[in-house]
């Protein structure tokens, strides 16, 4: 299997280098992504997947929308493109 791309926002691509979480590698390319606990709980680094699919790896306690993603708890199974909201 490829290493998965990472696309943010319509700009900045990477790829996965199996940091291990999501936000882990968002923070390693200095791209600013919003978390707080960093536990799954919070929803503070909700984020939109507007392709491809993630894999938990920590279980999450937050209900949420279809379409989105906890970055503090997920890594990339395939190339992926998300969406950080600017607020």
């Not at 299997?1 to 996965?16: D, E, G, L, S």
């Amino acid at each position: 299997m490829a290493i998965p791309r990472i696309k943010v926002n319509h700009f900045h691509t990477f790829y996965y280098q199996y940091e291990s979480t999501l936000l882990d590698a968002l923070e390693v390319q200095e791209i600013p992504a919003p978390y707080n606990c960093r536990g799954g709980y919070c929803g503070c680094c909700k984020v939109r997947l507007i392709d491809g699919e993630v894999e938990y790896v920590r279980e999450t306690l937050l209900d949420m929308d279809e379409g989105e993603i906890l970055t503090c708890c997920c890594v990339p199974k395939t190339h992926i493109e998300i969406e950080i909201s600017e607020s």
